[in-house]
Antibody, heavy 111, light 113 residues
């Protein structure tokens, strides 16, 4: 099993970014997927979840600003981040079933 | 939302020492289906977290059996029977019983004495 995130970087407050997570080694379409984030030096925070049937739920802190989606044909999970704030600065991990974690991608929101 | 409180926040141990970490929940984590969805994770420095224990006490494949989990309801414990150098890092409990949202404990940092 391999999960590889991409798309992170430095972005100004109020701008947008789209993260991707490429999955391999398992039947991606059969599993729900999460995005988890970790601010520098802080603990873990759940961000969003998408079920195998593409039902979605979000943490209150990101509801209305972030959108999780998936493309089962491409074995890829996405997170669209809009209206970014400095407090969204974090490493973002995609995970499946709590056992499989990507290496994470850094998102820095700063002017 | 369920609040998970981990103690202690920092734990100093010598190699070979046995240690325990507590995770207390603001409400019972027993699901109506009879399962208790409480997991333990370890995050080594510079690494993503890894799953150690799921469903309170079930050892994830490949995890050494010096790790064990116990508890029920609102009180849970992770025990390491004989700390090894590779066990250093931050331990988190996480619950899925009352999700969404999925919630984490604040973490316990295990360091060498």
């Amino acid at each position: 099993v391999q999960l590889v995130e991409s798309g992170g970087g430095l972005v100004q407050p109020g701008k947008s970014l789209k993260l991707s997570c490429s999955a391999s080694g398992f039947t991606f379409s059969s599993y729900g997927m999460h995005w988890i984030r970790q601010a520098p030096g802080k603990g873990l925070d759940w961000v969003a979840y998408i079920s195998s049937s593409s039902g979605t739920v979000y943490a209150d802190a990101v509801k209305g600003r972030f959108t999780i989606s998936r493309d089962n044909a491409k074995n890829t999970l996405y997170l669209q981040l809009n209206s970014l704030k400095s407090e969204d600065t974090a490493i973002y991990y995609c995970i499946s079933n709590w056992a499989y974690w990507g290496q994470g991608v850094m998102v820095t929101v700063s002017s | 939302d369920v609040v998970l409180t981990q103690t202690p926040p920092t734990l100093s141990a010598t190699i070979g020492q046995s240690v325990s970490i507590s995770c207390r929940s603001s409400q019972s984590l027993l699901h109506s289906n009879g399962n208790t969805y409480l997991n333990w994770l370890l995050q080594r420095p510079g690494q993503p977290p890894q799953l150690l224990i799921y469903l309170v006490s079930r050892l994830e494949s490949g995890v050494p059996n010096r790790f064990s989990g116990s508890g029920s309801g609102t009180d849970f414990t992770l025990k390491i029977s004989g700390v090894e150098a590779e066990d250093l890092g931050v331990y988190y409990c996480v619950q899925s019983t009352h999700a969404p949202p999925w919630t984490f404990g604040g973490g316990t940092k295990l360091e060498l004495k």
